[in-house]
């Protein structure tokens, strides 16, 4: 049988399961009930024929014995059979009525007789007698006369007289009893179960059609509990992601858009002669500026995009962090001295080598840099410190520029974050350096920090394995 929800599923099992552990349990409790009354009953069968075996061995004449058997027929419905193996004097009246002894060749089974003849106690659940097929509970014991076995004595009583099918009965009632409330107990714990996991199926139902609002009420703490919680944490981060991608599409339509706008009107305008041809060149350069922009900017979100999807190939080898240093401070020397920005490296006595790939590393540093330059203002200072701390190259970058705000400083890692909404003052930032820089320094193995002040300045700080 297929259900379409979980819910029926969960509930058949359950109650399947039950009914089928209330069978077992019904079926072992009525095999043993019927056990404990056949016990109970051979043991009183052994008490009456221990009673009329102790009257045969006082006087096998007396009276009583005739009562004894009488009552035990009349009362309990106790049928007794005498078996005798010798001819004895103390028995000799009974011999004389050899007609109402049970012989040998009466039982059905002749190894009852054989173990009762060699002093054992028997006990047997069927036919007793060939001549009657009637299920019977019998109880066999030896007759003894001065340590001799000369005979037997077997007392018998009906099956059904002991209430074995109502004891069925009453165990199955209760059963059924104990099911009703059961079932309805396994139909709340199904529908408790179930709940929650339907809504998580109509929570993805909405996500998927681009509704990242819905939520799962989390109401238990055991593994359903910690799904939903978990459901809720997905639908938070698929909602931030959702919120970056539209972020990204009007950042990038941004980006894109203002050096566009910007060539094809000063291109426009010389074509229409509104920009006289003296001035062709000046506005040319601009052009140049914007599509060299343009281009840098579609560089780096290839970079960007290679790195995010696993793409990028790293050429790790053994380099010196000193050289690193030295080449990336030189392709930016003439900014630093436009804003005669005053400029130190320092490292320790052997430079420390490490183990990653140099165009990487020059482009983290040259990220770095390139940040601390555009926001440090003139007689400003920047330094590099390059150390071996613990297990790990420690290389700080820091300056006196303007620093960074507390509530930036959580946002400056993301995608075309500049701390300017209008992105009008500083149109040649992307927003993408640090993004790039704190992905390249994960994949080669290390993690960056950063330190600011408003007003005092800021330090970043890279920490990359090396080799000894």
Known sequence: MKFKSIFPQLLVYYIGTTLIGFCLLAILLNFSLQELLLDRKESFLNQQAEKIVETLQENNDNPSLGNLIKNNKHFYNIRTDILLINQNETFKKINKRKNKLLRKNDIKDPKI?????????????????????????????????????????????????????????????????????????????????????????????????????????VERTDEVGQLA??????????????????????????????????VRGFIQGMMEGVIPPDRHKQYLDICHRELFRLNSLLTTMLDLAAIESGRITLQPMEIRIDSVISSVSD??????????????????????????????????????????I????????????????????????????????????????????????????????????????????????????VDSAVGKGTTFTVYLPFTS
């Open 229 to 262: 919680t978990t459901f809720n944490e997905m639908a938070d981060q698929l909602g931030k992601l959702e919120d970056m991608r539209k972020d990204l599409i009007a950042n990038v339509s941004h980006e894109l858009r203002t050096p566009l706008t910007s």
């Open 113 to 217: 007789l054989e173990q009762v003849l060699k002093g054992e106690r028997i006990r047997l659940v069927g036919p007793f007698e060939k001549s009657s097929n009637e299920m019977l509970l019998t109880v066999g014991v030896p007759i003894k006369q001065q340590n001799h076995i000369i005979g037997g004595l077997f007392l018998h009583t009906p099956v059904q007289e002991i209430p074995t099918t109502e004891v069925s009965r009453l165990v199955f009632l209760i059963s059924l009893i104990i099911a009703v409330p059961t079932t309805g107990v396994l139909y709340l714990l199904s529908r408790r179960f179930s709940t929650p996991l339907l809504q998580m199926n109509h929570a993805a139902k909405l996500i998927g059609q681009g509704d990242f609002k819905e939520r799962i009420r």
């Open 374 to 449: 555009r926001h440090t203002p003139e007689y400003g200072t920047i330094s590099v410190a390059a150390r071996l701390i613990n297990s790990e190259l420690e290389l700080k970058i820091s300056d006196t520029g303007v620093g960074i705000a507390p509530e930036m400083l959580p946002h400056i890692w993301e995608r075309f974050y500049t701390g300017d909404p209008s992105r009008m003052s500083h149109r040649e930032r992307s927003g993408l350096g640090l993004t790039i820089t704190k992905h390249l320094v994960e994949i080669m193995g290390g993690r960056i920090s």
């Open 331 to 372: 392709s930016v020397n003439v900014r630093m001295i436009e804003k005669n920005i005053i400029f130190s490296v320092v490292h320790e006595h052997e430079p420390p080598k490490i183990l990653g790939d140099p165009e990487r590393l020059k482009q983290i540093i040259f990220n770095l840099l390139d940040n601390a």
